[in-house]
């Protein structure tokens, strides 16, 4: 009883207070949009100075007495970033998707200012890293300290720190509808009304106030795409199993470079000059080839690659991406992966072009194509990925070759034993940093109309060790359990369980 009353005290008025959502979502997405915007800007700014100053090196030489410094600068502050606190490694969305199933604690001021120092600083030194992973987790940063700072239930602070990750996607890609079912399909893996409303209300904002800094054009906008004839659409069967076996193989090889990087670590993170070494001949020679990939991709539509150099280049980002990536440097593998499916999808049509199957004015289709299939099989995200390559497109003539070939490559790593690139992070981020608090918490989980458990007793499940179903609420209103109790599609369960098991109830009901 003192249970069920606490959660109508503390989480329930929440829920049931709209207005408030809006105004917290307004507020999160505002400041949440500012954050990311400087941040943006300020990557845009050091790439293109760093870019200068290697064009300079090709004239004068001693200018390589400032290079080589710099980057061991750059590198000994990584350093100092990541023992400082290390869920500023990596992406970033792991480390969110961790705190909203209670599984480690942040320290959200350490994260974001940290994460923004360290992920301007690895970014703009040309690594292969993207802005959006580190965009993700500083919009759940602010989410959360706002919530703190209100003192809010862990329930609110949950739906913060989510409207937070959807507004920072949004105004790191100007795509706030995908950035909503990124939260739902990715983070949460339901549809909780409190959540979407607030991510969406959140990422609306952090759209707007992110398109006054960068204007209204979609960030990859390509001229005069073509849409594709209908009787091309077999191709793209073809195209959707090589992007899935790819795909597979990208999963498997991003979750073991971690594990290989700490087999070969360094002294005291040592291993974090290793990429910032390797990565300067390539600014000094391939500048338009590094970096988070969003200007090669544009530069892929506008130019004529020859076949090899594409094979080469997909090579050479591949490589040195996984390298970033494993060495544990702040920033992302989503912008890193849009360009590879994009390179993949150049070379699905330059193959197909040769063979005379598609004409000379399809390029642009087949690299959105490519971006789409690659990443939404990669993350096994579909949707999320479909919308958010036609947000970035600002064309939606190509809906429907995207959804084809990115369900053929969905489907293939799926039956391939695939699972989600982020949640498949987060549990090799949750083996290095066991919790094993034995207190059980409250939590509110919605039955989705897929659920395993529909039209079951409670006695008939076998829920997860030290799990209690203490509540169910059923279109507002709430109904006590025992062991005959049914479960309808759309209930609300409010479970008493230790945060350890919380993983293994999820998967329970989906």
Not at 249 to 256: C, D, E, I, M
Not at 307 to 315: D, G, Q, S
Not at 317 to 335: A, D, E, V
Request: aromatic letters at 10%.
């Amino acid at each position: 009883i003192n249970l069920i009353n606490s959660f109508q005290r503390e989480i329930y008025p929440f829920f049931g207070s709209k207005k408030m959502i809006i105004l917290l979502g307004i507020l999160v997405g505002a400041v949440a949009g500012l954050v990311v915007s400087l941040f943006r800007i300020l990557i845009t700014l050091g790439f293109s100075l760093n870019e200068y100053i290697f064009a300079q090196a090709h004239r004068y030489l001693f200018l390589w007495f400032l290079i080589i410094p710099l980057y061991f600068l750059i590198g000994y502050i990584l350093i100092k970033l990541t023992k400082r606190d290390a869920n500023i490694k990596g992406s970033g969305i792991p480390q969110v998707e961790a705190q909203l199933i209670d599984a480690i604690n942040i320290n959200w001021i350490s994260v974001l200012l940290r994460k923004f120092v360290g992920g301007i600083l690895a970014i703009s030194s040309g690594l292969m890293l993207g802005r959006e992973g580190p965009s993700i987790q500083l919009g759940a940063a602010i989410g959360q300290g706002l919530s703190e700072t209100r003192k809010m239930s862990k329930s609110e602070t949950k739906i913060l720190i989510s409207a937070g990750a959807a507004a920072g996607l949004s105004a790191a890609f100007n795509a706030p509808i995908a950035a909503i079912l990124f939260v739902v399909e990715e983070m949460h893996h339901n549809f909780s009304s409190s959540v979407w409303i607030s991510a969406f209300i959140s990422a609306l904002t952090a759209d707007f106030v992110s398109m006054e800094f960068f204007g209204l054009k979609p960030i990859l906008h390509f001229e005069n795409i073509e849409p594709l004839p209908l009787n091309q659409y077999l191709y793209l069967i073809i195209v959707g199993v090589v992007m899935g076996l790819l795909a597979i193989s990208y999963q498997k090889n991003t979750l073991f470079l971690p594990k290989l990087f700490k087999k070969i670590s360094l002294a005291n993170h040592l291993d974090i000059f290793l990429p910032l070494l390797l990565i300067i001949p390539s600014v000094y020679f391939f500048p338009k080839f590094v970096g988070g990939g969003n200007q090669l991709i544009l530069n892929l539509y506008q130019t004529k690659l020859p076949f090899f150099l594409i094979i080469m280049l997909f090579l050479f980002r591949y490589i040195y991406s996984m390298i970033s990536y494993g060495s544990g440097l702040p920033g992302g593998i989503f912008l890193p992966i849009l360009t590879l499916g994009a390179i993949i999808g150049y070379l699905s049509y330059k193959i197909l072009f040769a063979l005379n199957l598609v004409n000379d004015q399809e390029t642009g289709v087949f690299i959105v194509i490519g971006m789409a299939a690659y990443f939404g099989s990669i993350s096994m995200a579909p949707l999320t990925s479909i919308i958010l390559v036609t947000e970035m497109v600002g064309n939606l003539e190509h809906i429907m070759p995207l959804g084809l070939t990115t369900l053929v490559a969905y489907l293939v790593v799926d039956s391939l034993g695939g699972k989600p690139i982020y949640e498949s992070m987060m549990i090799n981020l949750l083996k290095k940093d066991q919790n094993n608090k034995q207190v059980r918490e409250i939590y509110d989980l919605p039955v989705t109309v897929s659920s395993a458990v529909i039209d079951k007793k409670i006695s008939e499940i076998s829920w997860p060790q030290d799990c209690l179903i203490v509540l169910i609420i059923r279109n507002s209103i709430n109904i006590p359990v025992n062991g005959s109790t049914k479960i309808l599609s759309n209930d609300h369960l409010i479970c008493l369980i230790n945060q350890n098991y919380l993983k293994d109830l999820k998967d329970v009901l989906n």
